[in-house]
């Protein structure tokens, strides 16, 4: 009995080491770990209805938030196709030696942000999308490599982790949807790898969408100039609180004209916690296409206004046809929520969890109908 005892003591000692070990030198190879849910995120007291919370100073607020501002540098491995006569010597005789095709390597640079003092930092899906290897400059010079914990497509948000000793910079998320055309507003990134840097502007415009950016928008428009390395990083308010993520520009050039987009935090906040909690985002999916209702089809349709949706499609063994969903519908509510466009639609099913039933309300043929329609999960898009 005593030997038994001992040989599993011994067991367990020696496998709490190696996990210790793993943990330590390589903590991708613990998926689990890196999604406990369980994270340490800084967010500043929202305001009461009316107050406006006065600025810090510009200057105060850069240097509240750069120190968890990072450059993000990745590469990724393009292999080159073998020709087939490269070890024929009548080829290399006529053609020469035409290389050895090993595959090459293309790098790129991006921006991003440390959220929690553990090292997950929030960054655009396209920085890291197709890369190999990632590695992150701090703002105190240290350099990690960082490997992904996952990332949305849909909104064009990703998550990244990195290892280093002690607690780390991290933002402190603010209040988006407290925020007011006309703020003041800075943007701190990597423009053309030319190092951190600051810019100003003020809030341009706010709740921007159907701009055929992303699948899901809730964007901050904004004059501050945000260039081709600034993707990833932050957007933060006068008192250098996180308000967005920049993510991309109106230019015909490349070059900053003074529109930009930077994806809400609140929007940012939700996908982040989703992916460091399962390591991908679950939305609901009703599987209908609709269309805006103008005001010539809101007449054809005898409707009062242009409020709802109209159904143009209906896909198969979906939960929508399943629910007895036509095309030629008018969806005018889910759950007792008006709808009143598209994006108000996709929103609104996409928060619902898979596997809930809920009521819809449409109109057919002049009359109002209710049917109840068992959410699915939405599909993962396709990769281009």
């Known amino acids: 009995m005593r030997k038994h005892w001992l040989l599993f003591t011994q067991t367990v000692t020696i496998a709490l080491a190696l996990l210790f070990i793993i943990h330590t030198l390589k903590p991708e190879l613990l998926p689990n770990a890196a999604r406990s849910g369980v994270v340490t995120l800084y967010e500043n007291t929202p305001l009461a209805s009316g107050d406006k919370s006065p600025a810090m100073g510009l200057s105060a607020a850069a240097q509240k938030a750069m120190p968890a501002v990072v450059n993000i540098f990745t590469s990724t491995i393009i292999k080159t196709p073998v020709n087939p006569f490269m070890d024929d010597p009548r080829f290399k005789f006529f053609f020469g030696d035409q290389g050895d095709n090993e595959p090459q390597s293309s790098s790129s640079l991006g921006s991003g942000v440390i959220v929690s003092p553990d090292g997950y930092i929030l960054t655009n899906h396209h920085v890291v999308e197709a890369a190999d290897q990632i590695e992150v400059a701090l703002s105190d010079g240290r350099k990690a490599k960082a490997h992904v914990i996952g990332s949305d497509p849909e909104t064009d948000l990703a998550v990244i982790k990195i290892e280093l000793p002690g607690n780390l910079p991290a933002i402190t998320f603010g209040h988006p949807e407290q925020a007011h055309v006309g703020d003041m507003v800075l943007a701190i990134g990597n423009p053309f790898g030319v190092g951190e840097t600051v810019t100003m502007g003020i809030v341009s415009a706010l709740k921007r969408d159907h701009l055929g950016i992303n699948t899901f928008e809730n964007f901050i428009q904004t004059d501050a100039a945000i260039n081709p390395g600034n993707s990833g990083g932050p957007l933060v308010d006068g008192n250098g609180n996180l308000i967005g993520i920049n993510s991309a520009i109106y230019s015909p050039n490349g070059g900053s004209l003074g529109i930009g987009f930077a994806i809400s935090a609140s929007t940012a906040k939700k996908t982040m916690e989703q992916i460091i909690q399962h390591g991908s985002v ?24 242009t409020k709802g949706v109209l159904i143009t499609e209906v896909i198969r063994n979906s939960p929508a046809e399943q629910a007895g969903v036509k095309t030629g519908d008018i969806l005018i509510a889910i759950d007792d929520k008006t709808i009143d466009d598209s994006s108000a639609m996709l929103d609104t099913v996409a928060n619902l969890p898979p596997g809930k039933v809920a009521l819809i309300k449409l109109m057919r043929n002049g009359t109002t109908i209710g049917l109840q329609v068992k959410i699915g999960k939405r599909p993962k898009p396709r990769t281009q």
């Open 282 to 305: 679950t939305r609901g999916w009703v599987g209908a296409g609709v269309q805006e209702l103008t005001p010539e089809l809101a007449e054809s349709f005898k409707l009062g206004d």
